[in-house]
């Protein structure tokens, strides 16, 4: 950093962050002082009077307490700005253990550590966790010096919204004056001033508590006793189990995370209606095994930062056997994660870009292969091999679009061009200006969200020639044909398994139903995956039944076992054990001038084989994910493409 550098700080992070890379630049120094001090005390001890022993002494202590008090200050910044990276975390082990390392320099002291038969476990994130029970733990230790007989105890009691953990020591206790300001930087009683602490350990636990969400107090009687009382909200503090076997005998539990409000909301307001309509008809036959299931359905408000906490609470706290939804790319990768820590099944029941795999996760929706291939293949030979792409420019339209023009130009076609839409973008005047210099045959549309309706309107005033438009989400989803005025949509093709209008008796069973309960002031249309949603759960149900178990390796192996099949309102579904998708039926539907739509084409038993090539070239032979059990890796599809600057 330059001395002459200039800083401006326009908040407290920023102060923050520069503090903390000060201290790193400090450390390096401090430690070459401290370790030419030893050498020359070493080296020279033979020739050097006492006093200069000891100021060689004198210079090691003061770069060693330095080095402490800037890893304090280190700890402390982060302690506000570093990611939260959640986890489970056994709260009795980790203070049993900072107990012991704490109390290991004071062996000749007797403290003692009294805890509850049951400790609740947490979910949060360990550094932080960790810096809070030690400082916590420091501070009863350091104020429990004059008592021959220290003790520090833990209680904890749950209340409607905040469980309450009070760490308790009988030690010195502080004033009441003391008490007002304990939390303040830099504020130290004077005990802990003799004993040298740094003025931050207090604030620095009112810092981590605050970002956990809850609240820190203390309470001290003076010359007698000292507590701090910690609450946190309920849903990240895992209590034990109340009796043995409460698992088994308990309601089956069904976890889902979805959009009911924000920006998202939109896209899938049929898919809780459809989750709740297949747990009412489960349980009015009997349940599971016997066992009635509950559904946890959790709002993630379209907030992606709050949807790790979420699947966390569902699955630690709420115990849940099994997590749905994620509605999108980015919070499935959320969600993911948390079922692999926790270790349950998690059922990814959205349309995607495919190629996803591991052990305990199952994508229960269409993929490319089953909803964008079959259309090329028969829709080149007949209007032309001339290919252009929009997209939406996330996740799902990016990995979209460069598969699909992987597979048009090993179809011997070609891709005259792709265009990466930014979510705010209204006016599409010049992108339609590329399209029609392009002359494409065929344009394929992976936008999504309200902006696609603008560039269709704008597509119908504004090209040179009708060409067939494919679409992924245009219709069956978001439903155009519906809120746009005919012929806009016209001459669409896509592909799905199920949609209001389909007309088979399973299907217009499943619309029935869903119209009883909810008419269209609640849901204007019902989308494909509400379909996916209700099929979940059947398919969920059957395989526990087939395990005969909840017990989650014990599910996924029945779910591997190519046997759990569902024929609902989109047709036969049956789980694909190899990849852990689905087989599935799918019709390729065209909206005509009326926005009526007409089937074209229909495509029994459908699958997919990404997954299983990705393992043969990622293992150098043949397997696939029940082969490879526990041991199966992550992947997801990837690929390295040009993007085309806006």
């Known amino acids: 950093m330059s001395k002459n550098e200039v800083r401006n700080f326009s908040s407290e992070e920023d102060v923050d962050r520069y503090f903390l890379t000060v201290s790193h630049e400090l450390k390096a120094p401090l430690t070459e002082i401290a370790a030419y001090a030893k050498i020359v005390e070493e080296d020279c001890r033979e020739i050097l009077p006492d006093q200069a022993r000891d100021d060689l002494n004198s210079i090691r202590r003061i770069c ?9 200050y280190v700890e ?3 302690s506000q700005f570093s990611k939260l990276e959640l986890e489970k975390i056994n709260l009795r082990e980790m203070i049993e253990e900072s107990f012991r390392q704490l109390t290991d320099p004071f062996r000749e002291r007797e403290i003692r550590l009294i805890l509850p038969e049951k400790v609740p476990d947490l979910i949060a994130d360990r550094m932080l966790c960790m810096q809070l029970i030690n400082n916590i733990l420091a501070n009863s230790i350091k104020f429990t010096t004059s008592r021959k007989n220290a003790q520090i105890r833990l209680r904890y009691v749950r209340n409607e919204k905040m469980t309450q953990f009070c760490f308790e020591d009988n030690g010195e206790g502080v004033s009441e004056e003391f008490a007002k300001r304990a939390f303040d930087l830099f504020e130290k009683s ?14 620095l636990v009112k810092r981590i508590v605050e970002r956990f969400r809850g609240n820190v107090s203390i309470s001290s009687v003076q010359g007698e006793s000292f507590s701090i009382r910690v609450d946190l909200p309920n849903e990240m503090v895992v209590m034990p189990l109340s009796r043995e076997g409460d698992e088994n005998s308990r309601e089956l539990r069904i976890g889902v995370i979805g959009a009911l409000s924000g920006d998202y909301s939109g896209i899938a307001p049929c898919r809780r209606f459809a989750y709740e309509l297949a747990v009412e008809e489960i349980n009015r036959t009997g349940g599971i095994l016997g066992r009635k299931v509950r559904l946890l359905f959790r709002d993630f408000h379209s907030d992606l930062s709050a949807v790790p906490s979420i699947a966390w609470e569902l699955a630690a706290v709420d115990r849940v056997d099994v997590l749905m939804g994620g509605q999108l790319s980015s919070a499935r990768e959320y969600v993911r994660d948390v079922a692999h820590k926790m270790k349950i099944p998690y059922f990814f029941n959205a349309l995607y870009e495919g190629g996803l795999a591991d052990h305990y996760t199952f994508c229960i929706s269409n993929t490319p292969e089953q909803n964008v291939y079959p259309m090329i293949d028969q829709m080149l030979p007949v209007y032309g091999r001339k290919c252009y792409i929009i997209a939406a420019d996330y996740n799902y339209g990016v990995l979209s679009a460069e598969c699909t023009r992987h597979y048009i130009e090993n179809s011997g076609a070609s891709v005259v061009g792709i ?3 930014t979510p705010t973008k209204p006016d599409f005047k010049d992108s339609i200006e590329k399209i029609n210099d392009a002359d494409p045959d065929i344009l394929l549309s992976f936008c999504v969200g309200n902006n696609q309706e ?10 040179k020639r009708d060409i ?10 978001s439903s155009l044909h519906r809120t746009l005025p005919p012929p806009v949509m016209a001459n669409t093709f896509f592909m799905s398994s199920y949609i209001e209008e389909l007309d088979t008796p399973e299907a217009l069973s499943f619309s029935a139903k869903i119209r009883k309960r909810h008419p269209k002031s609640e849901a204007p249309y019902i989308e494909f995956d509400a379909e996916t949603a209700y099929t979940a759960v059947y398919l969920y149900k059957k395989a526990v039944e087939a395990a005969g178990s909840t017990n989650t390796e014990d599910v996924i192996s029945a779910l591997e076992s190519g046997r759990i099949t569902f024929h609902g309102p989109g047709g036969q579904v049956t789980v694909q054990g190899e990849d852990h998708h689905v087989i599935r039926d799918v019709t390729m539907f065209r909206v005509d001038s009326q926005h009526k739509i007409k089937k074209e084409m229909y495509f029994p038993g459908l699958k997919t084989n990404f997954v299983e090539e990705a393992l043969k070239e990622d293992c150098k032979r043949d397997t696939n994910l029940r082969d490879l059990g526990t041991d199966a890796p992550n992947i997801q599809y990837n690929v390295l493409y040009n993007r085309i600057v806006q």
């Open 468 to 477: 067939p438009l494919i679409s992924t989400i245009g219709i069956g989803l």
């Open 76 to 78: 402390y910044s982060r």
């Open 419 to 421: 265009e990466y839409f």
């Open 190 to 203: 004077d005990e802990e001033s003799n004993a040298g602490g740094s003025g931050i350990g207090l604030n």
């Open 64 to 72: 060693d307490s330095t080095l402490t008090l800037i890893q304090v």
């Open 454 to 463: 603008c560039f269709h309107e704008q597509w119908y005033r504004f090209k």
